[in-house]
């Protein structure tokens, strides 16, 4: 006798479900732990790219730190670059201010040596007075300025510091020896300024005998 339909089904019904064979639950188990590691990859990979993120604005806020430093280090340094040419503009510009201050002292001397001269008519007076300012003057340039006037005449002819406008012949020398000092020379602190022209005297070739001396003697040796 067979069984009916629903027989059958409550037969099917009351049997124990078949559990997963081991193979399946190994694929099971592999699945899922590699969807824990692509998971645990994936977050380590989003925290390294805010990392990265984070790494990259401190770059940038960096970069712009340092670019605004340069524009302010670059804008100092121009400021700094005029305020010296203005300054050495002004240097220029007033660099004899010393010098001609001590010169218009010299300029009240010449005024009152003058005014002078016009109330009084006394040559030797002037002539004194004249004198007195330019030793006065000569004093001054070399004790602030360095500038000493050359003493030539009687010293050894030097082409250092002579410059030599005439020549001529003398006896009375050894060594060629400036005679007469055309114009002063001028050092500047024990550099040449101006060369002094002079006139030199240069020691005279010696005489040779002359032609009836030598005869003389010639005629002297024969007789004997």
């Known amino acids: 006798m067979s069984k009916t339909e629903k027989e059958v089904k409550a037969e099917q019904d009351q049997q124990p479900e078949e ?3 081991p193979a399946e639950e190994q694929q099971q188990a592999a699945e899922k732990e590699q969807g824990k590691a692509e998971s645990a990859e994936l977050k380590q990979q989003a925290e390294q790219i805010e990392e990265m993120k984070a790494q990259i604005e401190a770059l940038q806020a960096e970069n712009s730190d ?3 430093q ?3 280090k670059q804008a ?5 670059r005029k305020r010296m040419q203005r300054e050495k503009q002004e240097s220029i510009k007033y660099a004899n201010s010393n010098l001609l201050q001590d010169l218009i002292t010299i300029i009240d001397d010449f005024e009152r040596a003058i ?3 016009e109330e009084s008519r006394d040559f030797d007076s002037f002539h004194s007075g004249i004198k007195m300012i330019e030793h ?3 004093n001054m340039l070399e004790r602030k300025y360095g500038l000493t006037r050359m003493e030539s005449e009687g010293k050894e002819f030097d082409p250092q510091m002579h410059e030599a406008i005439n020549m001529e012949e003398s006896p009375d020398v050894e060594v060629q020896t400036v005679t007469e000092d055309y114009q002063k020379g001028y050092l500047l602190n024990d550099r040449v300024l101006r060369h002094a022209k002079v006139k030199v005297a240069v020691p005279a070739p010696e005489s040779a005998p002359s032609d009836a001396s030598e005869q003389n003697s010639e005629n002297d040796a024969a007789a004997e």
């Open 76 to 80: 100092d340094f121009e400021n700094f």
């Open 70 to 72: 340069y524009l302010r």
């Open 136 to 138: 006065q003057f000569v």
């Open 19 to 21: 559990k997963p064979q």
């Open 66 to 68: 340092l670019k605004n």
């Open 115 to 117: 005014r002078s001269s």
